[in-house]
């Protein structure tokens, strides 16, 4: 089953390395991983969907949990969440298609960030699912280059703050 | 305002106020400033000079399991600190307070792949329980403060300070911190949840076939009062894992020794029928369990342990405590009521019926097998008042079964890594760390050789260590499974030995050689009286093998047993 999970750590030199190092060394099974800074100066946040049954749940928190430099490990999949992915997408794009492409843009709610004679490039926020179908859609055009950021998760009302209490 | 000092001043300043009084290590370039620094200045702190730095590593190791204090090891940079990485593991997989400090090239050079450049940061990260890379003299008080309060606190490991050369040479003005800053690191000394030892105590007294594994967690936590006043008030037979060995006298009647892979049939059998099962400071590894799905399979478990990524790592357990286990012993003790468990204990007695008959030392040979030499160690150890630092292999297994600790704290031997060239340097560290103690070095031949050259810190430092080589002419732990496994084809297991009795002249060691049953005792009694160190080749039967068994990847049931005497050996189904 796939679990999202939110790890707080120190800002230092490495961590991201220890972390790393961890879900390879222990074979945890890591679909997305995505870091950035908290509202806390020296505190990052890090968002991560993993694999695995519960064992390697409880693995994966308690390992992580034991790395020194790591303040807080929790496990929100089962808390009501906001979840976010973000995407750009370069899609083949002329004056035959591009008002059909238009259009789609226009129905999933995502914005044209660039034009070019020959492509369009699309960026999209939602949840993964509204991501991956505007994606498909997008396929049938001939998408040149696309990237995406990989999951980022709060919880809704009275979160977790980087010291992982609820606030 | 306090004066200017260097860096590598720095080091032995703080080292003086963690009460460090011995560094075990070798010098290089990316740490002349340091050791300059010792000879300038004469700190008094004794630094032990090592033949290689592997040696360092488990000397530091052994310091720290024989006095519970953090041992220091002291490397430069590149190959000096990359030798330390076994000794480092070793402690990390044993749980050893070790601090390593190593030099590294200028932060100028960093990165660059000079002269001498490894990534020591990278290379120590997966097998210490942290480390620091110090590019700047400001960070170094500050690094080398939290490495020894992250070492010796919680659940204890190495640590690894990696100091830039030209930070040793900065200087600033020093102030040791009195406090470190670690936002994500709690040592959680504490007792378990109330909640979670009421609910194990509920189940130790309602067990009718109850039985402790106890590990290395009760020596390191000192908690074997607690364990055995556990264990006598409600009845509980208690096995051991290898580095359980010695948190309970192997005399006591309720004491039914090692279990797995080579424990006694009984205690194996114990492991399989107990319903209740209460793991203390024990990790439950492979080597304990067999195959983990048919561990214990009857039993509900209680797994007591600091530290909570052990708890469910391996098992499905009914009941995690995480805590301290002196201080869950503690809380857990009043809980349980005294009880008797007569049908239990008259089992495990059964199941003890044939062991003696199947035991080496009962059968009638002229031949000199180990398990003879080790049991005469231990008679003539005024019944095991010693500490034995045993190597990696048949011996090591030999040592476990036929010498009975009752001593607290009297084994040390690499459980987890199983690093063959423990034995001798951590002895160092044991000898150093207990003076006045008699330390007996229990090797094979081949592991020995692995790390022999420390002979000469033996000898530089005037040691009165106790060496009996356990000499079969093979690496004969797998010689052993390919007698067993791989139809008696020997690859890469027979040994070409030196002649240990010159190698020992030539440090200037005594030595003899053993070869009968009958000079055994006169051996040991001249180690004994020999004021200094003293070496005993004990050219021993070369076949024989260390049994019960239970094969990689079964259950801990499905063991070759001792041969019965004038019977081929049986495989035992119960």
């Not at chain 2, 860096?7 to 003086?16: D, K, N, P, Y």
């Not at chain 2, 990260?125 to 110090?134: A, D, E, I, M, R």
């Not at chain 2, 189940?203 to 109850?210: D, G, K």
């Not at chain 2, 590894?285 to 990524?309: W, Y």
Request: with cysteine; net charge negative; hydrophobic share 40%.
């Amino acid at each position: 089953m796939k679990h999202t999970l939110i790890a707080w750590m120190e800002d230092k030199p490495g961590v991201l390395n220890r972390v790393a190092g961890l879900f390879r060394r222990r074979n945890f099974n890591i679909e997305s991983l995505t870091v950035g800074h908290s509202e806390t100066l020296g505190i990052s946040r890090m968002t991560f969907v993993v694999d695995g049954d519960a064992r390697q749940l409880s693995q994966v928190q308690t390992q992580l949990a034991k790395l020194i430099n790591v303040t807080e490990v929790q496990d929100v999949t089962n808390e009501p969440t906001v979840i976010r992915e973000l995407a750009l997408v370069k899609v083949h794009a002329d004056s035959t298609n591009r008002a059909e492409i238009l259009q789609l843009v226009d129905i999933y709610r995502a914005s044209i960030v660039d034009v070019a004679m020959d492509s369009l490039v699309i960026q999209i926020t939602g949840p993964e699912e509204r991501v991956n179908s505007l994606l498909s859609l997008l396929d049938n055009f001939g998408i040149e280059e696309m990237v995406r950021t990989g999951r980022v998760a709060m919880v809704r009302g009275n979160g977790y703050s980087a010291n992982g209490r609820h606030s | 305002m306090s004066e200017k000092k260097s860096g590598a001043q720095i080091v032995w300043e703080s080292l003086m106020r963690e009460e460090v009084e011995v560094v075990f290590g070798l010098p290089g370039g990316a740490t002349l400033p340091i050791y300059d620094a010792l000879a300038k200045y004469e700190y008094p702190v004794r630094h032990v000079l090592v033949t290689h730095e592997q040696g360092a590593s488990h000397m530091a190791d052994g310091y720290a399991r024989a006095t519970g204090r953090v041992g220091v090891c002291m490397a430069t940079s590149g190959p000096g600190a990359t030798n330390l990485i076994t000794g480092l593991t070793t402690a990390n997989m044993d749980s050893s307070p070790v601090v390593a400090i190593t030099g590294q090239v200028p932060t100028s050079l960093l990165g660059r792949d000079g002269f001498q450049e490894a990534d020591v940061q990278g290379v120590s990260l997966p097998v210490t329980k942290h480390n620091y890379l110090v590019t700047d003299v400001q960070e170094l008080p500050q690094a080398l403060k939290e490495a020894f309060y992250i070492a010796r606190t919680g659940r204890p490991g190495p640590v690894l300070v990696d100091i830039c050369k030209d930070a040793q040479q900065a200087e600033m003005e020093f102030e040791y911190p009195d406090r470190v800053d670690l936002p994500g690191y709690n040592p959680n000394i504490t007792a378990a949840d109330p909640d979670a030892i009421a609910r194990a105590a509920r189940l130790i007294n309602e067990a009718e076939r109850p039985l402790i594994v106890a590990g290395h967690g009760i020596s390191i936590a000192r908690a074997e009062a607690e364990l055995r006043q556990l264990a006598e008030k409600a009845n509980v037979p208690v096995a051991t894992s290898l580095l359980g060995i010695s948190t309970f006298p192997e005399t006591h009647p309720l004491s039914i020794g090692m279990g797995g892979m080579h424990g006694e049939a009984f205690t194996n059998y114990a492991l399989q029928e107990c319903d209740v099962l209460v793991a203390i400071g024990a990790r439950l590894d492979d080597r304990l369990t067999g195959v983990f799905s048919t561990f214990a399979p009857k039993a509900r478990i209680i797994h007591i342990d600091l530290d909570p990524s052990e708890v469910g790592k391996n098992l499905t357990i009914d009941t995690p405590v995480v805590g301290d286990a002196l201080l869950t012993l503690r809380a857990l003790l009043p809980l349980v009521e005294p009880s008797e468990h007569p049908a239990w204990v008259a089992q495990i007695e059964q199941w003890k019926s044939d062991t003696d008959q199947r035991d080496l030392l009962a059968q009638e040979t002229e031949e000199l097998v180990p398990p003879f030499i080790i049991r005469q160690l231990w008679y003539l150890t005024n019944q095991g008042d010693c500490a034995i630092v045993s190597d990696v292999g048949q011996h090591q297994m030999w040592e476990a079964q036929y010498f009975p600790h009752t001593k607290e704290r009297s084994l040390f031997t690499s459980g987890g890594l199983g690093t063959m060239g423990f034995a001798l340097p951590a002895a160092i560290g044991v000898q150093m760390g207990r003076p006045d103690e008699e330390v007996w070095v229990v090797a094979g031949d081949g592991g020995f050789q692995m790390t022999m050259p420390e002979l000469s810190t033996v000898a530089a430092e005037g040691l009165p260590i106790k060496i009996a080589i356990i000499n079969n002419g093979y690496l004969g732990m797998v010689r052993q499974w390919q007698d067993v496994f791989y139809d008696k084809r020997y690859a890469g297991t027979p040994l070409f030995n030196p002649d240990f009795l010159k190698i020992a002249d030539a440090y200037g060691i005594h030595a003899v050689a053993v070869d009968r049953k009958e000079d055994v005792e006169g051996a040991i009694r001249q180690a004994q009286s020999h004021a200094g160190p003293f070496l005993i080749d004990f050219r021993v039967e070369p076949f024989a093998n260390v049994f019960p068994m239970v094969a990689p990847g079964k259950s801990n049931v499905d063991m070759i047993r001792r041969p019965m005497p004038a019977t081929a050996e049986e495989t035992s189904e119960g």
